[in-house]
């Protein structure tokens, strides 16, 4: 095996057989048949993983076998030479199996994202990172090297697919029988998007197939249940619910009592992690949200299942990695894209400052969303119009300017991020030198319709091909000439950002993070699955939708109501490091009242030193 893969490698590849990597490494083979964009359902392969300390290409054949499905995904970048894969692992039935990849929890559904315009490798990553910070699920990430029967492709990050599942998106599951009550008010998954994310080809084929449209004409795209498995009675309830939000904005009204339909802390999180990413995306397309279940506990309390924004996903057009080069590339007021990143402004064109935000430059990616997205595409992809009457209502941006300052102060700190920065770039320094002797596309623009210097074997031609998203065009940013520059210059420009959103938002950073971690569950996947196994208990799976499900606090009043599961040091710290009041709490529920020194203060609440969320 390994003679024939070191005779079916160029030059450079057949080099790094003699190498140890950092990495781990994953092998895919197709068994002659051809993997590319035109392959729209996954096609049976196998995949062996190495996953040591270090890894040897040459020591392949002693790697963890699995049977997997895969075809290439994505959109836009599924005509890269470059492209994504999704990846199902299955079992000797050809159905999908749970497997751990690189220590993650278990699953079926992988994603195999090819960073390629973002020439950072860590666009995705980052952001990822930033919306677990804020205390929210986003999937986990892992990089590695990746060959395809027998041909370097270069560094690949492996992503969890957003799906409902304990370890991810952690909504109730709808059965064929949940079609009237409580039962049917969830959970559901969906993205707003193009049509043909679920059946190939974006932006072809009718939104029927997929899902359905709201009365504001938006494509709702079915990710849980799926259009297939879903009961008529349950696609009903969830269009009537979103039809019910956006009426609320419709007509003269002023969205009077969205509160009651929308998650106020997903809605506020997720809308500064667009815009602190400066995703090109933002809001119209890839915005996947969620709905739990309502719920009445034994005293008859009922706790509703709201609109929740995310998880989040897909950043290779964000973080000033326009299609437009630097000086140009995505640049504008502080570093804001001010025209819908790849596009250019063909789907945005700002509206100015709205609600009392100064906006000098028209730098809000919200407000770029407020024009819809027509010709190209049609009037289905815009912002939705309920977010946009939320961004413009007092409240919202009285909530967003606090929440601004406790994410900036903290788990958002510059330094907090370079911390994290600073770690990857010593993890990936050999890898990124790996990946771009297989892909020389630094300094100079990148995209669609590149060259492959070693084709896919088994394919007529190294890329995808056909349908609306194959224009050739350029959506690589800076072009640095080198990794290091690459990696300095998103360093430098997320930076920018945050300093000019401080500036919008009348805040001022410390000078050192008040708080660097979130109280987030992490589930301890390996112990719960070998509990599981033995079959000594039913095992306890927290939500993941919030910072922590079972931790958090409440407000009324002067007075807290603290929910917690693993007790503590509890603190009110102000947004300048001063401890304001500071007590032990036991598990369970503890009320408090506010001391008068932290009340009219902005504060941050925090469990044995890390962040908790309202």
Known sequence: MIKKLALSCSFAACLSLAQTYDLPIVFVDTKGRCLDSKVTEKIPATMKVLDGKTNNVADSAKGTLYDIGIKVRGQSSALFPKPGYGVEVRDEKGEGKDVSLFGLPPSDDWVFHGPYVDKSLVRNALAHWLFRQAGHYSPRSKHFDLYINGVYRGVYVLLEKIKRDKYRVNVSKLKETDISGEEVTGGYIWAFDKTGTNTGGAGNGPIEKEGFSTSDGLNVILHYPKKENIKSEQEAYLKKYLNDLEGLFKNGKNGQGYEKYVDMTSALDYVLHEEVTNNADSYWCSFFLHKPKDKTDSNGVKTEGKVTLGPAWDFNLAMSNGSQPENGGGQGQGGWNQGGGMWGGGFGGGMGGMGGFSSSGNGWQIENSMKSGQGMMGSSLKAPNWLLGMWKDSHYQSELKKRWAELRSGVWHTKTMDKYLDSMKTYLKSAADRNFKRWPNLGKSSGQGDNDPEPMK?????????????????????????????????????????????????????????????????????????????????????????????????????????????????????????????????????????????????????????????
Not at 502 to 517: N, S
Not at 580 to 592: A, D, E, H, S
Request: glycine content about 10%; overall charge neutral; charged content about 25%.
């Open 458 to 614: 088994f394919c007529n031609q190294g890329g995808g091909g056909g349908g609306m998203w194959n224009m050739n065009m350029p959506m690589g940013g800076y072009n640095a000439t080198t990794w290091d520059g690459e990696f300095e210059h998103l360093r430098k420009k997320m930076k920018e950002r945050m300093a000019w959103m401080d500036q919008q938002l009348g805040f001022t950073e410390p000078a050192q993070a008040i708080v660097t971690e979130p109280i987030i569950h992490e589930p301890d996947w390996q112990k719960e699955e070998e509990e599981k196994q033995k079959q000594k208990e039913t095992i306890r799976i927290s939500k993941l939708g919030r910072l922590s499900p079972t931790n958090y606090f409440e407000v009324n009043g002067n007075m807290l109501e603290i929910q917690t599961d693993i007790g503590g040091t509890f603190a009110l710290i102000d947004l300048n490091g001063a401890v304001l009041y500071k007590t032990q709490i036991k598990t369970g529920v503890t009320t408090v009242e506010i001391p008068s020194k932290a009340r009219n203060k902005h504060w941050i609440a925090t469990l044995n030193g890390k962040m908790m969320n309202r």
